[in-house]
């Protein structure tokens, strides 16, 4: 659970935009990870900088009207501006719609199947159309998020729309493996191993990935350098100044130089350069 509080907690400032992130109702924890408010300045930087993957899977809508643009049709730009739904492991940009005003939703990705009946995997590495894979009474939300003036009435509003989705119907027997793993995997902050996960939830490590990889189109082992990275991220948000060694540490990587290996293998980029131009890159 990201550290922010109701009324928000700025997170990212740089290259014209802020982002604050909130956290959701006590209720909805379990599917919500947090929420995010961008306002920015200077819309054709924003287009170029790269959104680092994160474990969670995200809802990204942009808020305010956007430029006209002769590369798009009508129907096109309506489409963006409803929103994308993805779950990165790989360097994502925003939807590239020029809007200067941007709310997000980060979904614990085991979670959706029971909020809108999407699973993850459906929507693995792809920036799929909300209008598309959502409830049908997303674009009625849409539409009246963006007329809702301040981010703490968004929030609210978010989380009314979101609580009158949440299931009584009983999972399957593997994805409740997947929603406990997942679970265990963030709150260990990566500290537990596959086999660790299948001796805690009594079934074989095989049975446990491959109900991994139906529900979140990955293996547990992806999923915890993703959840390791977003420690990570936090860490360094939380505390710039902390030296290599002990970001290492704290990560839950062996030593400095896996931590540099995989920080490079998820980001395209080494921690140093992260480290010394935090606000080219985006981070929810």
Same mark, same amino acid.
């Given at each position: 659970?990201?550290?922010? !509080? %109701?009324?928000?907690?700025?997170?990212?400032?740089?290259?014209?935009?802020?982002?604050?992130?909130?956290?959701?109702?006590?209720?909805?924890?379990?599917?919500?990870?947090?929420?995010?408010?961008?306002?920015?300045?200077?819309?054709?930087?924003?287009?170029?900088?790269?959104? $680092?993957?994160?474990?969670?899977? @995200?809802?990204?809508?942009?808020?305010?009207?956007?430029?006209?643009?002769?590369?798009?049709?009508?129907?096109?730009?309506?489409?963006? =501006?409803?929103?994308?739904?993805? $779950?990165?492991?790989?360097?994502?940009?925003?939807? /590239?719609?020029?809007?200067?005003?941007?709310?997000?939703?980060?979904?614990?990705? @085991?979670?959706? &199947?029971?909020?809108?009946?999407?699973? #993850?995997? +459906?929507?693995?590495?792809?920036?799929?159309?909300?209008?598309?894979?959502? +409830?049908? *009474?997303?674009?009625?939300? !849409?539409?009246?998020? *963006?007329?809702?003036?301040?981010?703490?009435? !968004?929030?609210?509003?978010? +989380?009314?729309?979101?609580? *009158?989705?949440?299931? #009584?119907?009983?999972?399957?027997? @593997?994805?409740?493996?997947?929603?406990?793993?997942? !679970?265990?995997?963030?709150?260990?902050?990566?500290?537990? *191993?596959? @086999?660790?996960?299948?001796?805690?939830?009594?079934?074989? =490590? /095989?049975?446990?990935? %491959?109900?991994?990889?139906? +529900?979140?189109?990955?293996?547990?082992?992806?999923?915890?350098?993703?959840? %390791?990275?977003?420690?990570?991220?936090?860490?360094?948000?939380?505390? &710039?100044?902390?030296?290599?060694?002990?970001?290492?540490?704290?990560g839950g990587y062996s030593d400095q130089a896996h931590f540099n290996r995989e920080f490079k293998r998820m980001t395209g980029v080494v921690p140093t350069k992260y480290l010394a131009h935090p606000q080219e890159f985006l981070t929810f």
């Amino acid at each position: 659970m990201v550290e922010a !509080r %109701r009324e928000g907690l700025v997170s990212n400032v740089g290259m014209g935009l802020t982002i604050t992130k909130y956290a959701p109702a006590a209720a909805l924890q379990t599917v919500v990870d947090h929420y995010w408010a961008g306002i920015w300045t200077d819309a054709d930087n924003v287009q170029n900088q790269k959104i $680092f993957p994160s474990s969670y899977l @995200e809802v990204v809508l942009p808020l305010g009207p956007p430029v006209k643009s002769a590369k798009k049709n009508n129907k096109q730009e309506a489409e963006l =501006m409803m929103g994308e739904v993805g $779950f990165w492991t790989i360097p994502h940009a925003l939807p /590239r719609t020029q809007s200067k005003e941007w709310f997000g939703i980060c979904f614990n990705p @085991e979670a959706l &199947p029971g909020v809108f009946g999407v699973s #993850a995997s +459906d929507v693995l590495n792809s920036a799929a159309p909300c209008q598309k894979e959502l +409830d049908a *009474s997303f674009s009625t939300f !849409r539409q009246r998020l *963006s007329q809702v003036k301040s981010s703490t009435e !968004r929030v609210r509003l978010t +989380d009314t729309y979101l609580k *009158s989705f949440i299931q #009584a119907a009983s999972p399957t027997a @593997e994805s409740n493996y997947v929603q406990t793993a997942a !679970r265990l995997i963030r709150l260990q902050k990566c500290h537990v *191993s596959v @086999e660790g996960l299948s001796q805690n939830l009594c079934i074989g =490590m /095989r049975q446990l990935e %491959r109900a991994f990889k139906k +529900d979140l189109g990955l293996s547990p082992k992806t999923y915890m350098r993703l959840s %390791r990275l977003s420690s990570v991220l936090q860490l360094i948000a939380q505390n &710039p100044n902390l030296p290599l060694a002990q970001l290492s540490y704290l990560g839950g990587y062996s030593d400095q130089a896996h931590f540099n290996r995989e920080f490079k293998r998820m980001t395209g980029v080494v921690p140093t350069k992260y480290l010394a131009h935090p606000q080219e890159f985006l981070t929810f």
